[in-house]
């Protein structure tokens, strides 16, 4: 139903430092997390951030792309050693059988008609003891809660509710769309964000001192993204998940009714 506008794929110089100084970001987190001399498939790889990040922290691997957008894929092709413009299913016809070390989905799979097809299809292309990098947006953070309280649901041209996107995920759909699709989670990130300064803003929304206290008693409202480090179920370790936040949770009720005054004047 939309198309992204092709002018939002292109990266500012200070981008790439940004995102090496935000651990809140899951690229920070897959360009930190990857193994030094192992083999990346960056999924919807856009303007070619993600293999940007790895040479700048100095990693040695060797890194293929997948894109559909030609505007994109032009600014990222000659980051990557193989790159397909087009869809993963394209692309795994001509893959050898050996399979990647890590395979990177991020911010794709809310893009996508059936997430479980788009899984399986990674599956295949994933070594035995290899790990799939998946992040979503949270459709159930506190500002997206505030918008449906007031009874609204607005698209916007960038963040959760992006225009392209076809799925939403919360913590638990996310798990369970993983586990349909046969992988095993080692370790999920919550990744944290102020809900007064993002593309949509709690304070913009009428609130009583009920609903803010209900939101502020759940810890995931401050979610912004989840980040998922899988291997396939058959070899994932018999271990409790590790879970990591990271960024800090604000004084909602309080803050709350100082920025709506202040936007109100």
């Given at each position: 139903?939309?198309?992204?506008?092709?002018?939002?794929?292109?990266?500012?110089?200070?981008?790439?430092?940004?995102?090496?100084?935000?651990?809140?970001?899951?690229?920070?987190?897959?360009?930190?997390?990857?193994?030094?001399?192992?083999?990346?498939?960056?999924?919807?790889?856009?303007?070619?951030?993600?293999?940007?990040?790895?040479?700048?922290?100095?990693?040695?691997?060797?890194i293929?792309?997948?894109?559909?957008?030609?505007?994109?894929?032009?600014?990222?092709?000659?980051?990557y050693?193989?790159?397909?413009?087009?869809?993963?299913?394209?692309?795994?016809e001509?893959?050898?059988?050996?399979?990647?070390?890590?395979?990177?989905?991020?911010?794709?799979?809310?893009?996508?008609?059936?997430p479980?097809?788009?899984?399986q299809?990674?599956?295949?292309?994933?070594?035995?003891?290899?790990?799939?990098?998946?992040?979503?947006?949270?459709?159930?953070?506190?500002p997206?809660?505030?918008?449906?309280?007031?009874?609204?649901?607005?698209?916007?041209?960038?963040?959760?509710?992006?225009?392209t996107?076809?799925?939403?995920?919360n913590?638990?759909?996310?798990?369970?769309?993983?586990?349909?699709?046969?992988?095993?989670?080692?370790h999920?990130?919550?990744?944290?964000?102020?809900?007064?300064?993002?593309?949509?803003?709690?304070q913009d929304?009428?609130?009583?001192?009920?609903?803010?206290?209900?939101?502020?008693?759940?810890?995931l409202a401050?979610?912004?993204?989840?980040?998922?480090?899988?291997?396939?179920?058959?070899?994932?370790?018999?271990?409790?998940?590790?879970?990591?936040?990271?960024?800090?949770?604000?004084?909602?009720v309080?803050?709350?009714f100082?920025?709506?005054?202040?936007?109100?004047?």
């Open positions: 139903m939309f198309t992204r506008p092709e002018e939002s794929y292109a990266l500012d110089p200070e981008g790439l430092q940004r995102i090496l100084d935000d651990p809140a970001n899951p690229l920070f987190q897959i360009s930190a997390g990857i193994a030094q001399g192992s083999s990346v498939l960056d999924v919807g790889a856009g303007n070619g951030v993600l293999a940007q990040l790895i040479t700048a922290r100095c990693r040695s691997v060797v293929d792309g997948v894109e559909p957008s030609s505007m994109a894929a032009s600014l990222a092709s000659h980051h050693r193989q790159f397909h413009r087009g869809t993963l299913a394209e692309f795994s001509h893959v050898s059988a050996d399979g990647y070390d890590n395979i990177v989905l991020a911010d794709v799979i809310e893009h996508t008609q059936d479980v097809l788009v899984l299809r990674v599956r295949e292309l994933l070594s035995l003891r290899g790990q799939l990098w998946i992040s979503v947006p949270n459709v159930a953070f506190a997206i809660r505030a918008e449906l309280l007031n009874g609204s649901w607005t698209y916007s041209d960038w963040g959760i509710l992006e225009r996107h076809l799925r939403f995920f913590r638990s759909n996310l798990l369970e769309l993983l586990h349909a699709a046969g992988f095993g989670i080692n999920l990130f919550y990744l944290c964000r102020s809900p007064f300064l993002m593309e949509k803003r709690i929304y009428d609130l009583d001192l009920l609903s803010l206290l209900k939101i502020r008693s759940d810890p401050f979610v912004y993204q989840f980040l998922a480090v899988c291997r396939l179920a058959s070899t994932a370790e018999s271990k409790e998940l590790l879970e990591t936040w990271v960024g800090l949770e604000p004084h909602l309080r803050e709350y100082a920025r709506r005054r202040a936007s109100q004047r």
